[in-house]
């Protein structure tokens, strides 16, 4: 069965640090999605991107977050300074034009120090 | 803006129990997702509804658009079906994102 799969599964940094988080959709899927759980806390919407460009973003989604598809199958969130409140379980999801059905891949946990 | 609220936030079970989580949305929705997350934290989707009754295996979800309201049942619950269970409502307008609930922890005791 098709996955999304993310990498890293955990990453430790230190406040500032910029920190890129990968993932890798479906292949025939069009739509794309970054979420977030911070520990405890509801799953929140990030930022969506469809063709090639962001569709749709949250106020959490400042100037310290970017996203690109670099190459036909990499998803990208960059977190360019992090802050201690960016500790969280980042998820990338991805859907395709018909169905709307959201696969999530396991997640990416990032510990800000 | 949607408000997304599910009961019981915590269930505990004995295996075999008939289960039900309760979803309710504030605004009217394109599509609402039930959810589940793995203790390790990964989250695997159950059933994406916009209208009606979905069933698979011994999962049942139902919604009603003019309560707004959902309901997501397990019949014959099993220890293995232990996880958080999540509600998410897409909003109408071209609105991608999904506005996800608490979550409903279930334990199904053996």
């Known amino acids: 069965e098709p996955e999304v799969t993310q990498t890293p599964s955990h990453q430790v940094t230190q406040m500032g640090q910029e920190v890129i988080l990968r993932c890798v959709p479906i292949?025939?899927?069009?739509?794309f999605y970054w979420y977030r759980q911070i520990l405890g806390q509801k799953v929140e919407f990030l930022v969506s991107?469809?063709?090639?460009?962001?569709?749709?973003k949250s106020e959490i989604f400042d100037d310290q977050f970017s996203v690109e598809r670099p190459d036909g199958s990499n998803f990208t969130l960059k977190i360019r300074s992090t802050k201690l409140e960016d500790s969280a379980m980042y998820f990338c999801a991805s859907s395709g034009l018909v169905s709307g059905e959201l696969f999530f891949g396991e997640g990416s946990r990032l510990t800000v120090l | 803006k949607n408000e997304v609220e599910q009961s019981p936030q915590n269930l505990t079970a004995q295996e075999g129990e008939f289960i039900t989580i309760n979803c309710s949305y504030s605004v009217g929705i394109s599509a609402l997702h039930w959810l589940q997350q793995h203790p390790g934290g990964g989250i695997v989707s159950l059933f994406m509804l916009s209208s009606g009754k979905k069933k698979h295996g011994r999962l049942i979800a139902t919604i009603n658009i003019q309560e707004k309201h959902s309901s997501l049942h397990i019949t014959a619950s099993h220890p293995r079906d232990s996880a958080v269970y999540i509600c998410?409502?897409?909003?109408?307008?071209?609105?991608?994102?999904?506005?996800f609930g608490q979550g409903t922890r279930l334990t199904i005791n053996p």
């Open positions: 998410a409502v897409k909003g109408f307008q071209g609105a991608q994102k999904l506005v």
């Open positions: 292949s025939n899927h069009l739509y």
């Open positions: 991107f469809y063709n090639n460009e962001i569709s749709e």
